[in-house]
């Protein structure tokens, strides 16, 4: 019998705890299913959602929206990823709860191309992000420092006008490449504003000894492996496996050290004390003021690595994107010929006909131009998906729950073509920004996300506008454009490559007829 009681008397504490133990854990679990998380496509196991990322992605994340609504979850890998096709959505995440959703996920190809996140596109948000970006938006993109930069964008533009002049007089009907043509523009520009010379091929046909091959090669890879889906941001634990075995590793790293060896070369000529003294001060030599003149917080100041990931992301945003939003505004141009010749009534009306150029401080008298621009953004934005952020606390958007280090994806492109905002949201209308006060900063309107918005939206917005404009401006003022013979407009092809970067698949090519 004693031993009966010292058993019981054993026992039932035990079992007490265990059942109070059960309660706990049924509690817990009736409140996780009790959480109201976004609604999610059926997955599959390991792969996740995956399946039916198809490509565009933008396009397919716009279908499957469709289905489970504006702010649904999705498992991508082993990576929660809420995505966003709302106005009203995208409100909360880049204002009402910007705090919450302003840093970014740790993404392996951006942090080896941007030296460890000391960046201001990747770095995750802080006390040096902010440094930075007050930096970059007082030195590098005020309105003071991009006039400073018009005289290259004028003899930039100028120079492939006039190659194109040759083009047409030697030949008529000499087909161009409008892609290849705009983003050479936008590679010189964005090499003289950077690096303070041009170290790419010229708008003419002769070689240049100034950029090697593998550097040209470089630069090419450095805008696809960014704008390219990488295993270990899928599957952080092993993907660095598969990375390696595709060889898209190396491809990274190959990139890297080329860039790198480039960069450090720009940066020894500009510290060279006996180097000639410039026409104007480049963003290089910018930075190194600021290196010399002020601390960021904590005392420290910026480094070499600091400054090269910072070009990184100047060239990579001033180049590709004004590029592809010039070719598509062209393509919906010669689709859309009484928009094209508005466009060039606007412009010689002001300009007059016997002009050599459009100057870039006529551009303020181009009300049209600016509305087919926007229009442009608004349905093919350069960067559809925006760069994705992470949720840094427990969240809500939309009524739903958003864990902590869930990855955030705003489609830019489907709130841009949504019929809820957008009268016949599908159709090329300039005439729709008549009268419209819409703010593309992303602060205030958030049916219009060209650039993002919040505080991570894109600094240099004025930048890339000017540029667009004014090459736009003088190709229209220049020249009239027509098709290849035998070719309607509707033949004209407005498919998307698959990647992330919201390139024309066929990119189009046209005639310039001189006026």
């Known amino acids: 019998m004693e031993l009966f009681g010292i058993t019981a008397s054993f026992l039932f504490p035990t079992l007490l705890i265990v059942l109070l133990l059960l309660l706990v854990y049924v509690i817990l679990k009736n409140y996780q299913n009790r959480r109201n998380f976004p609604p999610s496509p059926p997955k599959l196991p390991i792969i996740g959602n995956l399946h039916q990322l198809k490509k565009p992605p933008h396009r397919a994340l716009h279908n499957l929206s469709q289905k489970y609504g504006p702010v649904m979850l999705l498992q991508l890998g082993s990576i929660p990823t809420l995505v966003v096709s709302s106005a009203e959505a995208a409100k909360e995440v880049l204002k009402t709860r910007d705090s919450d959703f302003c840093t970014r996920p740790p993404l392996a190809t951006p942090k080896r191309l941007s030296y460890n996140y000391v960046d201001i596109g990747f770095a995750p948000y802080g006390e040096y992000w902010r440094d930075v970006r007050k930096i970059c938006v007082n030195e590098v993109f005020s309105v003071k420092r991009v006039q400073s930069f018009s005289a290259v964008r004028a003899e930039e533009v100028a120079a492939l006008v006039d190659s194109m002049s040759r083009s047409s007089s030697t030949s008529r009907g000499a087909l161009i490449n409008v892609y290849q043509k705009f983003i050479c523009l936008t590679d010189q520009v964005a090499c003289r504003v950077s690096f303070g010379k041009n170290y790419h091929q010229q708008h003419t046909n002769d070689n240049d000894e100034n950029l090697p091959v593998e550097l040209k090669q470089a630069f090419n890879e450095l805008g696809v492996v960014l704008q390219s889906f990488s295993a270990s941001d899928l599957f952080p634990k092993v993907g660095w496996i598969v990375d390696r075995i595709t060889g898209f590793h190396g491809r990274v790293e190959k990139c890297f050290h080329s860039l790198d060896k480039f960069f450090q070369q720009v940066l020894d000529e500009h510290l060279d004390p006996n180097k000639p003294k410039p026409d104007y001060e480049d963003v290089i030599d910018v930075l190194l003021n600021v290196e010399k003149d002020s601390r960021l917080s904590n005392g420290r100041r910026l480094m070499s690595d600091n400054i090269k990931a910072i070009i990184m992301n100047l060239y990579i945003a001033g180049a590709d994107t004004s590029a592809i939003t010039m070719s598509w505004a062209m393509a919906e141009l010669i689709r859309n010929p009484q ?109 219009f996300l060209p650039f993002g918005g919040g505080r991570r939206g894109c600094p240099g917005i004025h930048m890339g506008l000017v540029m667009v404009e004014l090459a736009l401006a003088n190709l229209l003022y220049c020249f009239n454009w027509e098709l290849p013979g035998g070719m309607n407009k509707e033949d004209v092809n407005m498919e998307e490559t698959s990647g992330l970067a919201n390139r024309m698949k066929y990119p189009v090519h046209l005639v310039p007829v001189k006026v």
């Open 339 to 447: 928009a094209m010749e508005k466009v060039q009534e606007e412009v010689i009306s002001y300009v007059g006909k016997n002009k050599e150029k459009v100057e870039e401080t006529d551009l303020q008298h181009f009300p049209y131009l600016k509305m087919v621009v926007n229009e442009t953004l608004r349905l093919h934005p350069p960067a559809p998906l925006l760069i994705p952020r992470e949720c840094m606390v427990n969240s809500t958007v939309g009524g739903y729950d958003v864990k902590r280090k869930t990855r955030v994806i705003i489609n830019a492109w489907a709130i841009g073509r949504n019929p809820a905002y957008w009268e016949k949201p599908n159709e090329f209308y300039p005439e729709r920004f008549v009268d419209n006060s819409m703010d593309i900063r992303g602060m205030q309107n958030f049916e």
